[in-house]
């Protein structure tokens, strides 16, 4: 059975700094693209960061722009992603959900394994 498990959510003032992570288990991503979205209630989820090896070990990453800055995307190994977050603001209060897939890309459906979520408030 795949799972990914999220951890690392949690309150935090605006400014204030949380480390996500990630746990894959079930089998082995070494090709995926693991990613990060986020969900706040009543909107859509949307793309937060994502992160590929490329050769040799070294690894591409993307953000989205409202992120770029202050959060940083690191991959410990082929199953642990990291969201480092930085400089918090109240808007980038959601669900953060952990996700891997084949492709690198910035959209839900190109990623077929996903996380339960982790809840991050960031107060004013």
């Known amino acids: 059975q795949v799972q990914l498990v999220e951890s690392g959510g949690g309150l935090v003032q605006a400014g204030g700094s949380l480390r996500l992570s990630c746990a894959a288990s079930?089998?082995?991503?070494?090709?995926?693209?693991m990613g990060w979205f986020r969900q706040a209630p009543g909107k859509e989820r949307e793309f937060v960061a994502a992160?590929?090896?490329?050769?040799?070990?070294?690894?591409?990453a993307d953000y989205t722009d409202s992120v770029k800055g202050r959060f940083t995307i690191t991959r410990g190994n082929a199953n642990t992603v990291y969201l480092r977050m930085n400089s918090l603001k109240p808007e980038d209060t959601a669900i953060y959900y952990c996700?891997?897939?084949?492709?690198?890309?910035?959209?839900?459906?190109?990623?077929?394994?996903w996380g339960q979520g982790t809840q991050v408030t960031v107060s004013s």
């Open positions: 992160t590929r090896w490329s050769a040799g070990s070294t690894y591409y």
């Open positions: 079930g089998r082995t991503f070494t090709s995926y693209t």
């Open positions: 996700a891997a897939g084949y492709r690198f890309a910035k959209l839900m459906d190109s990623y077929e394994y």
